[in-house]
C-alpha cells in the first residue's frame, strides 16, 4: 500500500512569508505527528494528531508554527512570517499497530 | 540528559559486524524500535522488537534487548557501503502513541 506522502519535497521562500507543508499519511492510522530536523540534527517533536482528540502542541516553538488534520487524515503545517532559523527538514510520520511511526520523505524548506 | 542514549558514531571495516547501541532510562517501555536514515531521505522503520522479548533476527539484522540493563543493541552482520547512515533508536513507554527518539548513531564504513 501506498506509505505517507509529503508534499512539496523542496520550498524555497523569503523571509517573511507564509508557508504550508502538507502530509498525507497512510491510510487508516489515526495518529499523525510532525517532526523536525535541522542539518546534522535529531528528531524534534512539533504536534500530534490522535484520533478525534484535541492535539497535542507541546513541541511547537512559536505561536507562528500551527497544524491542523481535517477530516482524520491529510493534514497541513503552516508557518507564519517564516525566519530564517525555521530552514530545516519538516518530517510527517503516522501510526500503526504497534505504535510504530511511518515517516515520509519530508520537506525540505529553505528560507532565504 | 536525554531518556535515550547513543553513541554519535560508530566506525567499522566492510564486512565485519556492526553494534550499534542504545540505553533507555525508563522501566515502563512497551516497545523499542530502531530506523535508518539515509542522507537527504526520511526515517526508514528497520524492526522493533516487544518488551518481553529478548531477541529478535530479521536478515543481516539482530536486535537485543536487556531489560534489567535497559540496554538494546542492533547488530548488522557483513556491513555494507549501503548501510551507511543514521540509526535512531526509539522507546514507546505505556502503549503511548509518542515515542521517545535517541539522537542518532552515525554508521561510517571504511573500505
Known amino acids: 500500500g501506498a506509505g505517507v506522502s509529503q508534499s512539496p519535497s523542496n520550498k524555497v521562500t523569503e523571509k517573511g512569508k507564509d508557508v504550508e507543508l502538507r502530509c498525507d499519511p497512510i491510510s487508516g492510522h489515526t495518529a499523525l505527528y510532525w517532526y523536525r530536523q535541522s542539518l546534522g540534527q535529531g528528531l524534534e517533536f512539533l504536534i500530534y494528531?490522535?484520533?478525534?482528540?484535541?492535539?497535542?502542541k507541546s513541541g511547537l516553538p512559536s505561536d507562528r508554527f500551527s497544524a491542523e488534520r481535517t477530516g482524520g487524515s491529510v493534514s497541513t503545517l503552516t508557518i507564519q512570517r517564516t525566519q530564517q532559523e525555521d530552514s530545516a527538514v519538516y518530517l510527517c510520520a503516522s501510526s500503526g499497530l504497534a505504535y510504530e511511526q511511518y515517516f515520509g520523505p519530508g520537506t525540505r524548506l529553505t528560507v532565504t | 540528559g536525554e531518556d535515550v542514549e547513543q553513541s554519535l558514531f560508530l566506525s567499522v571495516r566492510e564486512g565485519d559486524s556492526s553494534v550499534i547501541n542504545c540505553t533507555y532510562t525508563d522501566s515502563s517501555s512497551t516497545y523499542l524500535y530502531w530506523y535508518k536514515q539515509e542522507p537527504g531521505a526520511g526515517l526508514q522503520l528497520l524492526t522493533y522488537i516487544f518488551s518481553n522479548m529478548d531477541m529478535k533476527q530479521d536478515q543481516r539484522l539482530t536486535v537485543l534487548l536487556n531489560k534489567k540493563d535497559k540496554h538494546l543493541s542492533l547488530r548488522i552482520a557483513d556491513t555494507q557501503t549501503g548501510d551507511s547512515a543514521i540509526y535512531f533508536c526509539?522507546?514507546?513507554?505505556?502503549?503511548?502513541?509518542?515515542?521517545?527518539w535517541g539522537a542518532g548513531t552515525k554508521l561510517i564504513i571504511k573500505p
Open positions: 494528531f490522535q484520533g478525534n482528540s484535541a492535539p497535542d
Open positions: 526509539a522507546e514507546n513507554r505505556n502503549s503511548n502513541y509518542q515515542l521517545i
